[in-house]
């Protein structure tokens, strides 16, 4: 067996874990293979809204193991908290989630380094959620880390220890930024004796010979593909390879094992925080589109940007990550306007391009625009694409054949009901 890969195509919050949710019954193992907290995956169904920040979205399914990555990073505060707020639901915390002995630990210090860097940065921040994610990515890459299998280590102590006051050192240099540690740590280690009494394995080692047994795994990633450290809109981006790549090295899985690879993309354009947008609308229509589909950050509850679709970025995201299907998002919130913009190429010093050039920060863009008829029509309640009006169909006609790959998903709203199959209409 191979891997499935899902991941985002475009700044983030597209709306990977619905999908997730949504496939999850067709899967044996849902993997999370990279990001952290950073991460907001909302979740609806039967009238109630979940947003999980570590814990993979296959998490409310039965029978399905979900297991945490190596590639993440775990904030044992935040998890405990996630933990806590799923007891209402009955899942068997102990049998459903594994968490891998390699995915490195988020300790109060780096949200602190987080804090104060992003606070020296003044207007020049990058628009960090603050969680202390690239942080523990340094001290990872710097081989300073602790990972999640050092708990179990009688020297814990004192390796947290030795790591804190190296961080203690570095916030000495950022003048006039308070702090007081001691409130924090009571809750991480309370965090950690939760970590303790769960299941950590090598997940590499297991996630093989889960595939070599027949078992069907879904990746799941985080953030969104112009957000990778390597390939997005740096130094506007996340702090690891959101891209089908990082499923390697974030669950440990070789490339050959790779199945297909289900890129999804919002109808429209969002981003949370600073950094380059071509297609940011900064006018009434901007706002409608925020209004319509209530974009707010699941994780720091900022206002999104809004703005229109982004083929360029789109077919480079496509390139990079290998996808061999879509799943559109939020159709429904495009059924305001009465005509949708789709952003073609970008003009820039008189030159047009169809791909994302390397740097986009502080050039002019100008965006390029091909307009389409909107279909003016409630998708909600729709439960067949075939019943969809001839405009949408249009549109999604449109985007399989710029995009050279298949729309087969159709998400109509935020319910897992609201999810249309559209194998028919895209083949």
């Known amino acids: 067996m191979k891997v499935d890969v899902l991941l985002g195509l475009q700044w983030g919050d597209e709306g990977k874990g619905k999908i997730v949710d949504v496939l999850t019954p067709q899967y044996d193992i849902i993997a999370r293979f990279q990001g952290g907290p950073n991460a907001g995956h909302t979740l609806e169904f039967e009238g109630i809204k979940h947003v999980l920040h570590t814990i993979p979205s296959g998490i409310f399914r039965k029978n399905v193991l979900n297991v945490i990555g190596n590639g993440v990073v775990i904030d044992p505060v935040i998890f405990q908290k996630e933990i806590e707020k799923l007891a209402p639901f009955n899942i068997d915390i102990q049998k459903n989630l594994v968490i891998s002995r390699r995915a490195h630990l988020i300790l109060p210090t780096h949200r602190l380094l987080d804090a104060a860097s992003e606070a020296a940065k003044g207007k020049n921040k990058i628009g960090s959620t603050l969680k202390g994610i690239g942080p523990t990515y340094m001290d990872k890459t710097g081989r300073n880390g602790l990972r999640v299998g050092d708990i179990f280590s009688p020297r814990f102590r004192e390796k947290y220890q030795a790591l804190v006051e190296k961080h203690i050192g570095i916030l000495k240099h950022h003048e006039g930024f308070e702090y007081n540690l001691s409130e924090l740590e009571p809750a991480f280690f309370e965090g950690i004796n939760l970590l303790k009494s769960l299941t950590c394995i090598d997940s590499e080692l297991f996630l093989n010979q889960e595939l070599k047994a027949g078992k069907k795994v879904l990746a799941e990633g985080a953030q969104g593909t112009l957000l990778d450290i390597d390939f997005g809109s740096y130094p506007f981006v996340t702090s690891s ?11 440990g899985v070789a490339p050959t094992k790779i199945g ?14 600073s950094g380059p947008f071509p297609t940011e609308l900064h ?3 901007g706002e409608e589109m925020r209004r319509e ?7 720091t509850g900022r ?6 679709i982004d083929l360029p970025a789109l077919k480079y995201a496509i390139m990079i990550n290998g996808v061999t299907e879509l799943s ?5 919130v495009l059924s305001i306007f009465d005509t949708i913009k789709v952003c073609t190429h970008y003009e820039i010093e008189g030159k047009l391009y169809d791909y994302m050039p ?4 502080g050039i002019e863009i100008k965006p390029v625009y091909k307009e389409l008829k909107g279909w003016k029509t409630d998708l909600t309640q729709l439960d067949d694409i075939n019943s969809a009006p001839a405009e949408l169909k249009e549109y999604i006609s449109y985007l399989e054949a710029e995009l050279e790959v298949p729309i087969t998903v159709v998400s109509v709203g935020p319910d897992r009901k609201q999810t249309l199959k559209n194998l028919e209409l895209s083949r």
Do not use: H, Q
């Not at 390879?241 to 669950?251: S, Y």
């Not at 206002?303 to 229109?308: F, L, M, T």
């Open 241 to 251: 390879n959101t891209i089908t790549a990082g499923t390697c090295t974030g669950l």
């Open 260 to 273: 297909s690879v289900i890129g999804i993309f919002k109808a429209y354009c969002t981003r949370v925080g």
């Open 283 to 285: 006018d009434e229509t």
């Open 293 to 299: 589909g209530n974009e707010f950050g699941s994780t």
């Open 303 to 308: 206002p999104r940007r809004c703005g229109w």
């Open 328 to 332: 559109m998002m939020k159709a429904d």
């Open 358 to 361: 390397y740097d986009i920060e």
